[in-house]
């Protein structure tokens, strides 16, 4: 997971142009989700559905975050997963209709 996290945070940077601090955000972000998944023993990418993001979103929604953070951390999600599927590196994308 850490490779693909970290692929795509070079890809955002370098590819796209995002800000230092964006791309700081997105690896916080996607470094809390990792962490989450192998908190839950997850560690492959392809093992990652629907049920385990709705999960996540509502282990985040639990705690004192506010709303925005949430819906960032939300985007950041989708960027991922979107990223990982026109790689190839995962056929379904799991944030699709989330």
């Known amino acids: 997971m850490r ?3 970290e692929n795509f945070l070079s890809y955002i940077k370098i590819q796209k142009n995002y800000s230092d601090l964006t791309v700081k955000a ?3 972000d996607l470094g809390q989700f990792e962490e989450y ?5 997850i560690d ?3 093992k990652i559905d629907k049920r385990i993001i709705r999960m996540y979103i509502s282990y985040l929604s639990q ?3 506010k709303k925005r953070s949430l819906s960032r951390k939300v985007a950041t999600l989708k960027s991922f997963f979107k990223f990982t599927v026109r790689e190839k590196i995962i056929e379904k994308n ?3 209709l989330i």
């Open 94 to 96: 799991p944030m699709s």
């Open 26 to 28: 997105y690896s916080i």
């Open 44 to 46: 492959d990418i392809s």
């Open 3 to 5: 490779q693909h996290i």
């Open 37 to 41: 998944l192998q908190n839950e023993k």
């Open 63 to 65: 705690s004192e975050m």
